[in-house]
């Protein structure tokens, strides 16, 4: 599922821009628009990372020419994956 985020520059509140994230499991995608999301993610930020990582908050230092340049935190809240009975 592709959901619409808000970001905003940390020393400029007011300047915000509009971007799309979404999850595959193991990596977060954010990118400027829908169309970057057309086989061009170069424009795109990625974070990769496995369940547990994801389950303690995982925090990655991201930068994309021209688009995001930051930390990008993201934690997954789910249930845990089930062991063999």
């Given at each position: 599922m592709r959901?619409?985020?808000s970001?905003?520059?940390v020393k400029r509140?007011?300047?915000r821009h509009v971007a799309l994230a979404w999850f595959d499991g193991q990596q977060v995608f954010v990118c400027p628009d829908e169309h970057s999301t057309d086989g061009r993610l170069e424009h795109c930020v990625r974070m990769v990372g496995h369940y547990g990582e994801y389950r303690?908050?995982?925090v990655r230092q991201v930068e994309s020419?021209?688009?995001l340049r930051g930390s990008l935190r993201c934690s997954f809240v789910g249930r845990e994956p089930r062991r063999g009975r």
């Open positions: 959901v619409g985020v970001l905003r520059e509140a007011q300047h303690q908050g995982l020419k021209a688009f």
